[in-house]
Structures are given as C-alpha cells and as structure tokens.
C-alpha cells in the first residue's frame, strides 16, 4: 500500500471513533511505524485522543544484537520505534514473542526501564505459550516490575486453543486481550474458502487455516449471518467481542470497504443460542503461533510477517 491508500484507511478509521492502532518495529522494516506515525500527523490527531501500540523483537538488521529481547535491543528498538513514530512516547509497549536466549529477568527490567522513563506507558505481549506469560508475569510481580497490562494472542473462531490455558490466565490476571487475526486470514469472511488455490497457499506458507474440520465452522457462520441478516465478518467479530476478557480485536484493512463490517460489528450483540451453534463445530488442534525452540532461529532472521 502506498502513503495515499494508507491515509485514506486511516482517515476512515479516526472519522469513525478508531483510536487504537498497533504496528510493529518488523513490520516492512519499520516502514509501518513511519507510515502510522505520517498519518496521524497529516490528520492532525491530537496526542492525548489516540493510543499506539506497537512491539520489538524481530530481527531490524544483520547484527547479533539487532533481534531478540535483550536490554541492548530493546533500548535500541524504542528509540527507534519513537522516530519513526514521530512520538515521545508509545501507550503500548509489547515484546512480539519469547525470547529462549535471553533471561526473563533482563527482558522485564528492561521493559520497566523504558516504562519509567517516560518511553512507553504500558507494557503488553505477543504469541507464546501461556506457561511462558505467566513466567514474565510472575517474575515481574516477585520483582516489582512494571506488570503487562495486554497479550496480542492467536484467537478466533477457526482458532481456540487459547480458551485452554492463555484467556484463563490472562482473565485472572487482569490482563486485556487483543486477539490478531479475527477473521482467520480471509477464511472467515469468505475470501479464502477452503479447497481454494489460494487457500491451500495459505496453509502452506502460515501453516494456520484451512484444515477439513475448519470448513464446518465456516458453513455454521455463514448461516448465523445469514439469519442475522449480518456478513459473516459482522459475526466472526461480534463473536470475539462477546468474550469478557477480550478489549480490542485488531482488525488490519488493505481497502476502505474492509472497515466498514468490523465497524458494524461493534453494535452486533450475538444471543446465547448463536454463540453455542458458532462454537459447537470446533474440534481441537495444535498450538500455532507461539514459537516452539526449534523454531525459535528462524523467527529472529528478517521477515515481514503481520502476525
């Protein structure tokens, strides 16, 4: 998307209430910040009216220091995130993922260390196991650490294996969620059917959807929608909107028209009956999008992923 495109999404959003927006440092190697941050600018969106997310962790050079969750990358990343952003400060500060190699310890007071000085306001995390938030929330506490206050987790219709250990825990921690990918890279809304090429792309490359069992799901969502006289984005989002733990979807639109039914969706209120049809033909499945060890290596190199 160019800066033009960019701004008119944007403009959408801020005409319609939308004040949060979350980016990352990786994201185009920080062309995302820098075009966020040219765009509030250009809307002239006062400060104190919007709140910024974004997260560190993924690999910003070549270098050995230019990934991961050490002090000296953190320290690096949020100086330059605020650049690019063109803020003194971001609301929301979130490590993108586990870091094996770096101490939990170093990586929580680092965080702290950029919270009071003024760098970022709150802290929040992204795609892991749930043992693994708990070791930072836990170390954190023992240690009078600045505490997180938001987990950036996988969830959605065709994806609930969040609802075992990481919702639960987040719920008695007090933590907000703000699940990606709501509508299941296109499939729940309808672009990505399953047995399409460009389904199949999809499976291959983020080893996510479009398994047999998720075209269950799909089918039942559409005739919600349908007897709701709604889309079946309207519903994917009203469904995740619906769970208590849940703050803020984060919806990403590459057109104006994408905003138009998440924005409706705000308003959707789903009965007890429609939840239960919607969740009925789930069938459990494995763990993606926290990093297993071995997979760890591969997601420190450079890439571009909006996970």
């Known amino acids: ?136 929330l836990h170390r954190a506490d023992h240690l009078g650490l600045t505490r997180f206050a938001m987990m950036q987790n996988h969830y959605n219709l065709l994806y609930r294996e969040e609802e075992r250990e990481m919702n639960p825990l987040c719920a008695e921690e007090g933590v907000g969620l703000m699940p990606w990918s709501p509508l299941a890279g296109g499939f729940l809304a309808g672009s990505r059917e399953a047995g399409t090429a460009r389904a199949k792309w999809a499976q291959k490359t983020r080893e996510r959807y479009n398994r047999p069992e998720d075209q269950a799901v799909i089918d039942v969502l559409q005739d919600v929608a349908s007897a709701r006289g709604e889309s079946p984005v309207q519903v994917a989002i009203a469904w995740l909107l619906s769970k208590p733990a849940v703050t803020a979807p984060i919806v990403g639109a590459t057109k104006l028209a994408h905003l138009d039914d998440p924005l409706k969706a705000i308003g959707s209120k789903l009965g007890v009956d429609e939840i239960r049809k919607l969740e009925a033909p789930y069938r459990a499945q494995d763990i993606v999008g926290a990093l297993a060890p071995g997979e760890f290596a591969a997601q420190r190199g450079p890439e571009s992923s909006k996970a």
Do not use: C
């Open 1 to 136: 998307m160019d800066k033009a495109d960019s701004l008119a999404i944007l403009r959408k959003a801020v005409e319609a209430g939308i004040n949060f927006f979350d980016t990352a440092n990786m994201y185009a190697r920080g062309e995302s910040e820098e075009f966020l941050g040219w765009g509030l600018s250009e809307l002239k969106v006062p400060r104190d009216e919007a709140v910024i997310a974004t997260k560190v962790f993924g690999a910003m050079g070549e270098g050995p220091n230019s990934s991961g969750l050490s002090r000296k990358h953190i320290m690096q990343s949020i100086d330059a995130s605020l650049t690019r952003l063109g803020l003194d400060y971001i609301d929301l500060y979130q490590i993108h993922r586990f870091d094996y190699e770096t101490p939990i310890e170093e990586t929580i007071e680092a965080l702290h260390d950029v919270v009071k000085a003024g760098k970022a306001r709150y802290i929040g995390a992204s795609s892991m196991y749930a043992y693994q938030f708990s070791k930072y």
